[in-house]
């Protein structure tokens, strides 16, 4: 086949037809997402102007938020000028762009989702000792190992994707550009770049997994041994809520990238990319709001606050 010009730019399909059931669905979504940026900038805010919230399990909490912001920022207003302007065209640069911010904010929350299981496998099980194994330092080397590992692997496979020779065939079936999907279009062997792959996404995906569940194994052990209804109560209640997160988002992460290639279907990945990229951050602030009183408090405050400004 003949190899695309290096200047010519790549046509994304999208999510959703001009037809009306499409247009109800595109009208949700965007809803969702709008929802999902509101939850989530909430969520910093309160963890930023509340003392009461600055200690490890929040500040976690609100770089989770952060990275889900990006990650809807990122996907969201392209699909949608996509679909409202007709114009599906995005550049080599900025499909770069997108893989780069897309494996920033994804890998970067595999590798927080396990350190929020540590933190609290140790305010569960080591109590005394907590403030010594999750002070400060240890939540801020956490934090900007999670960026740098997410950085580090969108920075490899946008650089390796986009060096490929493309084929003139270049319309990517998809709403926003995805290393996996990228390669199919490649006028090249890519193999050894896809095995490379594989073994980053076992990496960044089955590793930190199987820390989250071991962490909340000896967690669920503990809790066990507990004589207090009411602290094996709060335990649990605020341990569902992670474990609710993690399998949202692990499950349909390892479902896009772990798969092989027979099993893939274009529909599949696309419906599955819109779970973890747009409605799993809108789940991330509900999940720890609704179930968690320190939070629910706070935006009570903040509230009053607000109102006690209005009367002034």
């Known amino acids: 086949m003949e190899k695309r010009n290096a200047t010519s730019d790549f046509i994304l399909l999208g999510l959703f037809k001009h037809t009306r059931p499409h247009l109800f669905?595109?009208?949700?979504?965007?809803?969702?997402?709008?929802?999902?940026?509101?939850?989530?900038?909430?969520m910093i805010l309160?963890?930023?102007?509340?003392?009461?919230?600055?200690?490890?399990m929040y500040i976690l909490l609100?770089?989770?938020?952060?990275?889900?912001?990006?990650?809807?920022?990122?996907?969201?207003?392209?699909?949608?000028?996509?679909?409202?302007?007709?114009?599906?065209?995005?550049?080599?640069?900025?499909?770069?762009?997108?893989?780069?911010?897309?494996?920033?904010?994804?890998?970067?929350?595999?590798?927080?989702?396990?350190?929020?299981?540590?933190?609290?496998y140790v305010a569960v099980c080591h109590p005394l000792r907590y403030s010594t194994l999750m002070n400060w330092q240890r939540c801020l080397q956490m934090t900007m190992g999670s960026w740098f590992m997410g950085a580090a692997d969108g920075l490899m496979q946008a650089v390796t994707t986009l060096s490929f020779p493309f084929c003139n065939f270049h319309e990517i079936n998809h709403f926003f550009c995805e290393a996996p999907m990228l390669v199919r279009l490649?006028?090249?062997?890519?193999?050894v770049f896809e095995y490379v792959m594989y073994v980053c996404c076992v990496l960044m995906l089955l590793v930190p997994f199987s820390?989250?569940?071991?962490?909340?194994?000896?967690?669920?052990?503990?809790?066990?041994?507990?004589s207090s209804t009411e602290a094996r109560k709060k335990v649990f209640a605020t341990c569902s809520s992670h474990l609710s997160v993690v399998g949202l988002f692990y499950g349909a992460a390892i479902f896009i990238y772990m798969r092989p290639k027979s099993y893939r279907s274009a529909n599949h990945d696309k419906i599955v990319s819109a779970f973890y990229t747009i409605f799993t951050p809108m789940l991330n602030p509900l999940i720890y709001s609704l179930r968690n009183n320190e939070v629910k408090t706070a935006l009570k405050r903040l509230l009053g606050n607000l109102a006690n400004l209005k009367l002034q």
């Open 25 to 42: 669905l595109f009208i949700l979504v965007l809803t969702i997402a709008i929802a999902s940026l509101t939850g989530n900038a909430l």
């Open 46 to 56: 309160l963890i930023h102007r509340d003392h009461r919230l600055h200690t490890p």
């Open 62 to 120: 609100s770089q989770l938020s952060l990275m889900d912001v990006m990650l809807v920022l990122t996907i969201v207003p392209k699909m949608a000028s996509g679909f409202l302007t007709g114009k599906r065209s995005i550049s080599p640069a900025g499909c770069g762009l997108q893989i780069f911010l897309l494996l920033t904010t994804g890998g970067g929350e595999c590798f927080l989702l396990a350190a929020m299981s540590y933190d609290r």
């Open 186 to 191: 490649a006028c090249t062997d890519t193999s």
């Open 211 to 226: 820390l989250i569940l071991t962490s909340y194994s000896l967690i669920l052990t503990a809790v066990l041994h507990m």
